[in-house]
């Protein structure tokens, strides 16, 4: 069973990586904030990110033995894309909002680092 969560973090891992959008030869790495993305781009991680935190929740649940961590691991890496490609905190917000209750918002800070959490308690509240 471990294998199978070493297996997953390591795909997701790989996925993301491999997502970029920019390259940081000759250390213009910077590229992809200046641009940003376009709004239907950053709805679309943002949508990505809230289906991730249900997992995070789901997994997290009682009498779960799929690897929690997998879950959480994919929502921080589409919440850096997401803020890397200059998208606004009010998009991941709403996004938030709309897939998940109060109850489940508070519920998945829990679960969270503490910066991951504050950078989720500063969307929720653009959103407001």
Known sequence: MRAIACFFALL????AAGCGGTSAVGGDSTRSRAAGWPA???AREAGWASDHARRILRYY???QVYPADVALLSFKLS???????GCGPAVLGRALKRQLTA???AELLTHLPATLARTVRRAV???S
């Open 12 to 15: 997701v891992s790989l996925a």
């Open 40 to 42: 239907a781009l950053c």
């Open 61 to 63: 649940g009682p009498g």
């Open 79 to 85: 919440v850096t894309r997401f803020e890397q490609h």
């Open 103 to 105: 109850k489940q918002r």
């Open 125 to 127: 509240a653009a959103a």
